[in-house]
């Protein structure tokens, strides 16, 4: 039997129109270091794009970092993950979220809002705690 | 006193018994360093400064090296500019709370344009959701017509958040002219023309593809020199990189040799460097880190003087002058307990001052939660006022100079900073340092090293990791919005009126521009200004300037 890799797999990207990206760079590489398999882009990808990179690498979890309002359009994102047979791969968000948005996001189905505070320590115990849920969801798909 | 104590026998002992005391008093100490890693002592002395090089090091204010400030009557003269970035929603949300914040006592316009301006397109090109969410949206001339009502553009300096090709200031002239307004008498600075920082951090302002931001920039700064001269066009911004994780000494390097770069791409073109050089000015974070950013500026202002003057040629001591602008930190605020804010950004407002700014934005404490609120924006203005007028931090030129601790530091900076420099100066220069990824390396690297720092305690953040409190979303303060109708109805308008226009003198326009793109002769900013009379929007000049020079994309790593 072929040994199954137990790391988590991150795609760690920026959507929309801002370009702050040191809270991106510094998690992705903070999970890279924490063990994990990660997929970082530059900012302002497109939904379809994310979707599309999902897709081929296969991921457990899309960070989305949104400094500036960018998480305005994550529900977008989630649509389109669920158009496409995705709707496992759990997103988290992380950056300056006011709270009536983060309660419209866990709405829309975000697994998890990050604030700027957040160690690093915790981002990652948190997707190393889903990752076998999702992996469980998408084997049961 | 002014004999060096060093060397008598007196203070050896009392220095000895010192050392002894100090010893005993807190037993072994991890070693302290400031961001820059410059290692802190407990004491400094006459053996660490002895003032014995005053005059070739510190000289008086006015007079190079300008250590102690560019001019001679410093903030007692004329005190520093209260500049306060603001952007939000439709052009008359922006003009209304303009109006608030001249009426506080700000002294300068600023515009901070929408997050969809930034990246170089009209607002019907984008999500709906995210139009004047984080600043103005403002894509036509009649836009900043809007914006601007009630303001005597011949006596308001005007600063806008406008990288290249700069349609934000085409916008302004082409309401100069409508008004009436003599270009001659228009002044401001155009706060995004550094297009190497927008590359190397900060990416949303990079709309060009390196070799064309590097050729219009110099185009620009013609342009503004000729037609606009009392128009800042280049301001050589270190703030994104401190922002983006940059310590204060590689952030300082980093846009000294930016500026190295850009006056030797106008040198290049034949310029003379007493006509541009007078008009860089340079923009700043302002962390908490105190006693570090006083060294930080008073080593930079020392630095470009000879720089300006040894390495650039320039003779008039205009051209020596390092005048900047500082923005408080936003990095260093907390989301816990926001209110705390307001004593982070007193502190490093301070640090500022003291280290000689020409003109400041103090942030609002809610910045880490949203666009700042009327209240917070009050609190950030009234922060300067105090600082200014109730507690006296003006009465004294650079009040900091002599002290054993900040000329030693000052010295310790001026040689990291000289460090970094001479690294990016192996790597060809700024412009192929940035191209290689060499910058982008060392701010990534210097990121990650705060955040450990921060997460393994060494760095206190009080709220975040020490001092910790059980907060409720009432607790947080209210959060900035735009009107969805209002915006709405703005997109509405802007698509009747585009319908409406000379489509053939738009044509014409982009075409003439495109044209200008492509002949190295030409210069392109004449026909970003053209195109922005001619009726072209934000959007089809970014358009047809992308599709001739390319997309600014930043290098993409960890």
């Known amino acids: 039997m072929e040994a199954m890799d137990l790391r988590p797999k991150v795609l760690v990207t920026k959507i929309g129109l801002d370009g702050h990206d040191r809270g991106s760079r510094v998690v992705a590489a903070a999970l890279r270091d924490a063990g994990m398999e990660v997929i970082y882009t530059p900012p302002w990808q497109r939904i379809e794009t994310v979707v599309k990179l999902a897709l081929e690498e296969d991921v457990d979890v899309i960070g989305v970092s949104s400094l500036a309002t960018d998480h305005l359009i994550v529900p977008k994102l989630l649509d389109a993950l669920r158009a496409a047979d995705l709707a496992e791969v759990a997103v988290i968000v992380g950056g300056i979220v006011p709270d009536e948005d983060e309660r419209m996001l866990l709405e829309s189905g975000v697994a998890k809002v990050f604030h700027p505070g957040a160690s690093l320590e915790s981002i990652a115990g948190y997707v190393r705690a889903i990752t076998p849920r999702i992996r469980a969801a998408r084997t049961a798909a | ?558």
Request: glycine letters at 8%; one cysteine or more; hydrophobic letters at 40%.
């Open chain 2, 1 to 558: 006193m002014n004999k060096p104590l060093d060397g008598t026998l007196a203070l050896d002992a009392a220095e000895a018994r010192w050392q002894e005391e100090y010893a005993a008093g807190v037993g072994t100490e991890p070693p302290v360093a400031n961001r820059s890693g410059i290692p802190v002592k407990p004491l400094y002395t006459p053996r660490d400064w002895d003032g014995g090089r005053y005059e070739e090091d510190l000289g008086f204010p006015g007079q190079p090296p300008y250590t102690r400030g560019i001019y001679a009557t410093m903030h007692r003269g004329r005190t520093w500019t209260q500049r306060q970035l603001i952007g939000l929603g439709t052009p008359q949300d922006y003009n209304a709370r303009l109006a608030g914040v001249l009426a506080q006592g700000a002294t300068a316009v600023s515009l901070i344009p929408c997050n969809s301006v930034f990246r170089g397109y009209d607002m019907d090109e984008v999500h709906e959701e995210l139009l004047g969410t984080c600043g103005t949206v403002v894509n036509t001339a009649g836009h900043m017509d809007a914006a601007l009502a009630g303001v005597d553009l011949a006596h308001t300096s005007c600063a806008m958040n406008d990288p290249s090709p700069f349609t934000l200031l085409a916008f302004v002239l082409a309401t100069a002219r409508r008004r009436g307004v003599d270009w001659r008498a228009v002044s401001g600075t155009s706060n995004q023309s550094d297009y190497l920082s927008h590359f190397v951090a900060n990416h949303m302002f990079f709309r060009i593809a390196l070799p064309g931001a590097r050729r219009i920039l110099v185009d620009h700064i013609d342009f503004c020199n000729r037609a606009v001269p009392r128009w800042n066009p280049m301001s050589v911004v270190g703030q994104h990189m401190q922002q983006g994780g940059a310590t204060p000494a590689e952030a300082m390097a980093f846009t000294l040799s930016s500026a190295v770069q850009y006056a030797e791409d106008c040198l290049a073109r034949g310029m003379d460097p007493d006509r541009f050089l007078p008009r860089f000015t340079f923009f700043f974070d302002i962390s908490l880190s105190f006693f570090e950013e006083v060294a930080k500026f008073r080593a930079g202002r020392r630095i470009w003087a000879r720089l300006a003057r040894e390495r650039l040629g320039a003779k008039d001591p205009r051209s020596w002058r390092f005048k900047f602008h500082g923005q408080t930190s936003g990095v260093d605020l907390t989301r816990q307990q926001p209110l705390n804010n307001v004593a982070r950004v007193t502190v490093q407002a301070m640090a500022g001052i003291f280290g000689g700014l020409q003109s400041l934005h103090t942030d609002a404490y809610d910045e880490v939660l949203s666009c700042p609120t009327d209240e917070a924006a009050r609190v950030a203005i009234n922060t300067q006022n105090v600082l200014r007028e109730e507690a006296h931090l003006t009465d004294v030129i650079d009040p900091l100079g002599g002290s054993y601790y900040v000329e030693t530091l000052t010295d310790q900076m001026e040689r990291e900073i000289l460090r970094v420099m001479k690294i990016v100066e192996d790597a060809g220069g700024m412009y192929q340092a940035a191209e290689a990824g060499l910058v982008q390396k060392m701010i990534g690297e210097s990121a990650m090293r705060f955040q450990r720092a921060v997460e393994s305690g060494a760095q206190t953040v009080v709220g975040v990791n020490a001092y910790r409190a059980d907060e409720a979303e009432a607790d947080r303060p209210p959060v900035y919005k735009p009107d969805p109708a209002a915006m709405r109805a703005h997109l509405a308008a802007f698509r009747t009126w585009k319908a409406a226009r000379s489509q053939d003198a738009v044509r014409r326009a982009l075409d003439a521009l495109a044209r200008a793109a492509a002949s190295p002769r030409e210069n392109v900013f004449e026909q970003v200004v053209a195109a922005a009379e001619a009726g072209c929007t934000h959007g089809e000049i970014c358009g047809r300037l992308r599709e001739e020079l390319g997309f600014g994309q930043p290098l993409a790593f960890v």
